[in-house]
């Protein structure tokens, strides 16, 4: 299987992220399984970590504690790039899994 349609998602941030994560480093070096496990985990903990701070700055903009309205955008912007590319990533290795349960042995 290859991971390579990984890159053709549609945003430019997440395709350069894709490129430059420690994730793709470790597919591309001969790394065991652990070390892919932890860094998908990191990744996921980064992707949760970017869906509390948006859910943060819409309820402080709700509150009214702030009106700039940049920060609530920018935050729901990494929140929804992040969580496409956990989805993506997702996907993949679903795909995979399924791919490697239909060999034949």
Do not use: C, P
């Not at 997440?14 to 994730?23: G, L, Q, Y």
Request: proline letters at 0%.
């Amino acid at each position: 299987m290859d991971i390579a349609s990984l890159y053709n998602v549609s945003s430019g941030v997440i395709r350069e992220a894709a490129e430059n994560s420690s994730i793709a480093k470790t597919l591309k070096s001969d790394g065991d399984f652990g070390d892919i496990f932890d860094k998908a985990m990191e990744s996921l903990n980064t992707t949760n970590a970017y869906l509390s701070d948006a859910e943060n700055e819409k309820i402080r903009w709700a509150l009214g504690e702030t009106e700039n309205t940049h920060e609530l955008t920018n935050a729901l912007q990494k929140a929804s790039a992040a969580l496409q590319y956990t989805v993506a990533i997702r996907d993949k290795f679903i795909e995979a899994y399924k791919e490697i349960m239909q060999m034949q042995i």
